[in-house]
């Protein structure tokens, strides 16, 4: 085991970071030092299997607390283990039922038909911050919770994106992170109190009938209710996803840049076959977690190699999204991989692997999903040009973003039925090297 620390390595390469260590490494484990701890990396079907069994790797302990403080929050699901886990995460279960998933896609269709009406007399609208507002409109509606005038759909928006966009640096994105979720904490603890005293914002009831109303009286394993602090962190971990989708959303207007052929099939789509997988494959190809850690709960066997009581056991999401032997030329851009095909537990892993239900994989990927079908073709189907600006995904920042955050100029709001024309696609900007791959 190497004495060398790879902490700086990671903040410096991001996503590359894993692929070199993989090419340093001897045999199927990388063997280093993290946060001043050992720490071994796995990848592959069977290594999602063995790191999503409690009884091999326990999430919580190895939770840093910058993570805490800026992404997931104090006491959050996310840092809870086994029974304590299970019972915290039969809420969030309990709100994505496909009804409920299908009523947030409609709250924030809407949303997005209702901003985009307004964008030809902007001039150039930034598709990331659109994204962003439209998003966290959708999802405060269907969660209940309040927002006053609607402008301020947009500092909330700037806080939940804050969230995610600062727990992969040291930084002044960092701390912009730790100031956004003590505020958005503060609010919402004020926000389920009111509802707790019997306020108007939800009806008082034991079985209430959103979001915001479930989160506040839900009760423990104990008979206890959350504090009201965290309540409102585990409401944050149900919204700031759902923002979370436009990344997805801008990496999808950049996809579709890239290759335009895929806009021109998702303006043709009919039943929403290839929305679906095109979604997938964005989820699939474009970088965003780049792992994701454990520790291991007692001395371990890894294909004969040992892991170690408490050494970190670091899953490569990133590199397993990217297997040639689960993903036929993996740098390519292919929605047509998807469609047809039966996605695995252990396969397709951008927001964890093995079942949500008694594990750590996201509970909100349905959600995810949902949006970009629902989305990506309206974005299709906009009739707008692209303004000269830097489209590069830069893979040294963790969590990577479209650097321009994907200028447009609309031509009309009016969303067309008939196919757009391939010329509307045309911006001036050449196509012919995504700044993407490889790592």
Partial sequence: MPLFD????????GYSWLPARWREAQGEMIRTRLLGQRAVVLRGPDAVRFFYDDNHVQRAPALPEPIKSTLFGHGAVHSLDQAAHRARKALFM?????????????ETTAAWDEAVATWPGRGEVVLFDEAARVLTTGVCRWAGIPLGEEEEAGPLAADLVAMVDGFGSPGARHWRARGARARREAWLAEIVEEVRRGGSLVPPTSAPANALGAVAFHREPDGEPLAPRLAAVELLNLVRPTVAVAWFLTFAAHAMHYWPVTRVRLNDDLDGTYAEAFAHEVRRFYPFVPFVAGKAVKDLTWKGEPILADWLVLLDVWGQNHDPALWPNPCAFDPQRFVGREIGPYDLIPQGGGDPASGHRCPGEPVAVGLLEALAPRLARLDYTLPPQDLTVSPYRIPARVASGFVLRPVGATV???PVAARSVSPSASRS???VHPL
């Fill in 6 to 13: 790879t902490t700086l390595l990671l903040l410096l390469e």
């Fill in 94 to 106: 309990g709100l994505m039922t496909p009804e409920s998933v299908a009523s947030l896609v409609r």
């Fill in 416 to 418: 067309p039925r008939e």
């Fill in 433 to 435: 090297r995504p700044q």
